[in-house]
Nanobody, 122 residues
Framework: QLQLVESGGGLVQPGGSLRLSCAVS????????IGWFRQAPGKEREGVSC???????DYVDSVKGRFTISRDNAKNTVYLQMNSLKPEDTAVYYC????????????????WGQGTQVTVSS
């Protein structure tokens, strides 16, 4: 059964850090791009970052320099390291599999995890 399972969310103070994990199963991670998305209350879901099968990465402007996406194919896991967190980063974060090995915008994703809540507040 194909699954993506996020973990690592929580409550953190502004300026703090969290590392999200996306554990995948039921498919070979090596052949797919994986994206991270987030949805804040009352807002549309937005793409945050993507990593393609060769490790090239893409970030939305609002997180560049603060977030780092990485992958460990041997562990079937994709990570999102989030530093210098701001209250506006508060959202449910989702990982998703793209129907391709490369990143191209934030469309074309076919399988999604259930999400993990990230709350940035003092």
């Amino acid at each position: 059964q194909l699954q993506l399972v996020e973990s690592g969310g929580g409550l953190v103070q502004p300026g703090g850090s969290l590392r999200l994990s996306c554990a995948v199963s039921g498919f070979t991670l090596d052949y797919y791009a994986i994206g991270w998305f987030r949805q804040a209350p009352g807002k549309e879901r937005e793409g945050v970052s993507c990593i393609n099968s060769s490790g090239s990465t893409d970030y939305v402007d609002s997180v560049k320099g603060r977030f780092t996406i990485s992958r460990d194919n041997a562990k079937n896991t994709v990570y999102l390291q989030m530093n210098s967190l701001k209250p506006e980063d508060t959202a449910v974060y989702y990982c998703a599999r793209r129907r391709s090995y490369y990143c191209s915008g934030y469309r074309g994703y076919d399988y999604w995890g259930q999400g993990t809540q990230v709350t940035v507040s003092s």
